[in-house]
Structure formats: C-alpha cells, structure tokens
C-alpha cells in the first residue's frame, strides 16, 4: 500500500475521484492512500452520492484536508468498510490529540457534537474502488455547522501523516491476517 501526503494545494471538486488519479497525478502506482490541502466545492454534476445529489445539496469547505484511496478489486462492500476504517482512524487519532472531546461517528460521517467534521464517500469504477474522507481543517462559511481542525490547533500536514500511515499499516495487517489463516473443512 503505497502513500503520500501532497504538499501543494488541491482544490477538491470530485474530479478528483476517478481510477488511477494517484498514478496520473503523483506516479503512485497499485492499491494507494494520498492526503493532501485545498478547498472543498463539489458541484451536483461531480456528486456521486446520490442521496445528497437528489436532495439537491452542495459541498463547500474554504479548507479541507482530503485523502483520496483506491484499491485495484471491484468489491464496492469492501470498499464502504475500508470508508469506515479511515474515518474510525480519524476519530482515534483526533481523540487522541483532544481531550475532553465529545467526538462520535455517525456511519462513515465524523461530528464534535453537533458539528460536522467530514464528509466521505466509496465508489466504484471498472478497475478499482475509490475513497474520498475530508475534514475540515477550517469551518468558515460551510453550509452546514462545521467544526474543523483549526478549531482543535492540530496542524493538517502531521496530521495527515499519521492517518495515511495507520491506513497502510491496517491494510497491511488485514492482508497478513487473509494470508496466515487457513481454511475450514
């Protein structure tokens, strides 16, 4: 499991989340994790959600730190569990830095109380499963009541560091476990 954190800035529109964007864009080639900074605006059109894409609701975040995954097997399921394992990450790592924190997961969405922290989706293309988890690292002018990591004083780059690093290390367990175990009569 390959990854990196991008220390340019890219603006996320959801574009962004197709097969090979991490080969095409930063020569990672295979299953990978990159993290990178810029803002969120996801148009309907981009939206692959469709809950949100038929009620009718935008994404909009002056900042977000944003990891986009992709895994070279076409099992959407599998992927929706890999979604959750990112944002279980998150919330550990986060609690871990904040105390007295009152961080709950809600499905595959992250919120500080009543304030939402990420927004997330799982997607599948003809070659591979595709991951996006954002989370707000500002929570200015969001639509929606917003928390983000300024509001914690956690610095998004070191941050993203430990998150593409325990991703990795999980999926590498996950793989050694699938590969020790045998099977059952």
């Known amino acids: 499991m390959r990854y ?13 989340l ?22 969120c605006d996801v148009k309907l059109k981009e ?9 009718g609701k935008s994404i909009f975040s002056e900042q977000m730190l944003h990891f986009i995954a992709e895994h070279f097997d076409t099992d959407l399921e599998k992927a929706v569990l890999r979604q959750y394992l990112i944002v279980g990450i998150i919330k550990d790592i986060l609690a871990e830095g904040v105390k007295n924190n009152n961080f709950r997961r809600d499905g595959t969405d992250m919120y500080d109380g009543d304030a939402k922290l990420t927004i997330s989706v799982a997607t599948v293309s003809p070659v591979s499963t595709l991951i996006h988890v954002g989370i707000n690292i500002s929570s200015a002018n969001t639509p929606v009541k917003t928390k983000g990591l300024n509001d914690y004083k956690i610095e998004p780059a070191e941050f993203a560091n430990q998150v593409l690093d325990r991703y990795s290390k999980e999926v590498e367990r996950i793989q050694v476990a699938r590969c020790k175990t045998k099977w059952v009569d």
């Open 4 to 16: 990196r954190f991008i220390k340019d800035t890219i603006d996320y529109t959801g574009e962004q």
């Open 47 to 55: 939206m692959v959600d469709m809950e949100d894409r038929k009620a």
């Open 18 to 39: 197709m097969s090979h964007y991490a080969l095409d864009t930063f020569g990672l080639a295979g299953d990978s994790i990159v993290g990178f900074v810029g803002k």
